[in-house]
């Protein structure tokens, strides 16, 4: 079985700033591309525990609006990503 540190040609990881509220609550704000580009999240649609079902791995899925496109973001175990 693979580890979460085994390369995964469907899973791009990404680094996002989020908030996290008195409940416990976290909400992605922040998109950051490993060019050093930034893409705020416009609006998070949903959030769910979900498998990906591209790349592999179970745990939250935010659907979310960002740069005028609907972009599923996971967290699993701390470590954010999106599908290629």
């Known amino acids: 079985m693979p580890t979460t540190d085994t390369p995964n040609k469907h899973k ?3 680094k996002i ?3 996290h509220d008195t409940k416990g609550n976290i ?3 922040l998109l950051h591309w490993e060019d050093g580009r930034k893409f ?4 998070v649609l949903d959030a769910r525990p979900a498998a ?3 790349a ?3 745990g ?3 659907t979310c609006w960002i740069a005028n496109k609907q972009v599923y973001l996971f967290c699993v175990e701390g ?3 999106i599908e290629k």
Not at 40 to 43: A, I, L, P
């Open 60 to 62: 939250m899925r935010y």
């Open 27 to 29: 909400r992605p704000i």
């Open 52 to 54: 990906s079902l591209k």
């Open 12 to 14: 791009i990881f990404v």
């Open 56 to 58: 592999g791995g179970y």
């Open 40 to 43: 705020e999240v416009d609006k």
């Open 79 to 81: 470590r954010w990503f």
């Open 17 to 19: 700033t989020a908030e």
